[in-house]
C-alpha cells in the first residue's frame, strides 16, 4: 500500500506512478486536507494512458478497480484551476492482498485442524487489526481537516478583534481632540459682556 500526505501549489499537477500486476484488485482512496475550498481534480490512467477514472474539484473519494492490464498505472492530483491556494492531498494506493485464509485441510488428525483453527483466529485478528487502522487514518484525517478550520477561524477573529481595537483607540483619539478642540476656543468677544 502507498499512503501518503502531499503539498500541490496552485497551478500545478502531482502525479504518482505505481507497477501493478494484471488481475489485481485494488483501492485509490484521497482526501483534501487543507487549502481553499478543499477541493482537487483527480485522474488515474492505465499502463496504455487509457483514462480510468477522472473526478473534478472533489474534496474526497474512493476508487475501486480490478486491473485487466499489467503495468504502471498513473494518478495525479491537479490544483490548475485555483489561484492562489495551495492544497495539501493525503492519498492511499491499497492493493488487495491475496486471500491467506487457513491452509488446506491436506493435514491429518485433531493437530491439523487445531493449527487451522489458530491459524483462521490469527488471520481473523489480523484482519480486524487493519480495519482499526484504517479507522484511525480516517479519524486522524478528520481531525486535522478540523484543526485546519479552527485554526483559520481563530486567525480571522484574531484579525478582527485587532482591527476592532485599533479603530476604538482611534475614535477615542479623535474624541480627546475635538473636546479638547471645542473648549480651547479663544473669546472673540474681547472679555466684554453686553446687553
Same mark, same amino acid.
Given at each position: 500500500? /502507498? ?7 496552485? +497551478?500545478? /499537477? ?14 485509490? =482512496? ?34 475501486? +478497480?480490478?486491473?485487466? =492490464? ?47 483453527? %489458530?491459524? #483462521? #483466529?490469527?488471520?481473523?485478528? +489480523?484482519?480486524?487489526?487493519? %480495519? ?6 480516517? +479519524?486522524?484525517? *478528520?481531525? $486535522?481537516?478540523?484543526? =485546519?478550520?479552527? =485554526?483559520?477561524?481563530?486567525?480571522? /477573529? ?21 473636546? $479638547?478642540?471645542?473648549?480651547? $476656543? ?5 472679555? *466684554?459682556?453686553?446687553?
Amino acid at each position: 500500500a /502507498v499512503v501518503s500526505t502531499q503539498s500541490t501549489g496552485e +497551478h500545478e /499537477v502531482q502525479c504518482f506512478h505505481e507497477t501493478i500486476p494484471n488481475g489485481k484488485k485494488f483501492t485509490l =482512496e484521497y482526501q483534501v486536507i487543507s487549502g481553499g475550498h478543499f477541493d482537487v481534480d483527480c485522474h488515474l490512467m492505465s499502463p496504455s494512458s487509457k483514462v480510468m477514472y477522472k473526478e473534478q474539484r472533489k474534496q474526497y473519494d474512493t476508487f475501486h +478497480h480490478t486491473t485487466v =492490464e499489467g503495468g504502471e498505472y498513473t494518478f495525479c492530483f491537479s490544483n490548475e484551476f485555483s489561484t492562489f491556494a495551495h492544497k495539501t492531498v493525503y492519498f492511499d494506493l491499497e492493493l488487495e492482498e491475496e486471500s491467506k485464509d487457513a491452509p488446506g485441510q491436506d493435514g491429518a488428525g485433531a493437530h491439523a485442524t487445531a493449527l487451522t483453527q %489458530l491459524e #483462521s #483466529s490469527a488471520y481473523a485478528i +489480523h484482519e480486524a487489526l487493519r %480495519l482499526v487502522v484504517d479507522y484511525q487514518n480516517h +479519524h486522524r484525517l *478528520k481531525e $486535522r481537516i478540523g484543526r =485546519e478550520v479552527a =485554526e483559520y477561524l481563530c486567525e480571522r /477573529v484574531q484579525n478582527w478583534s485587532i482591527g476592532q481595537t485599533v479603530l476604538i483607540v482611534i475614535v477615542a483619539l479623535g474624541q480627546v481632540f475635538m473636546l $479638547r478642540k471645542l473648549f480651547n $476656543r479663544p473669546t472673540a468677544r474681547g472679555g *466684554k459682556v453686553g446687553i
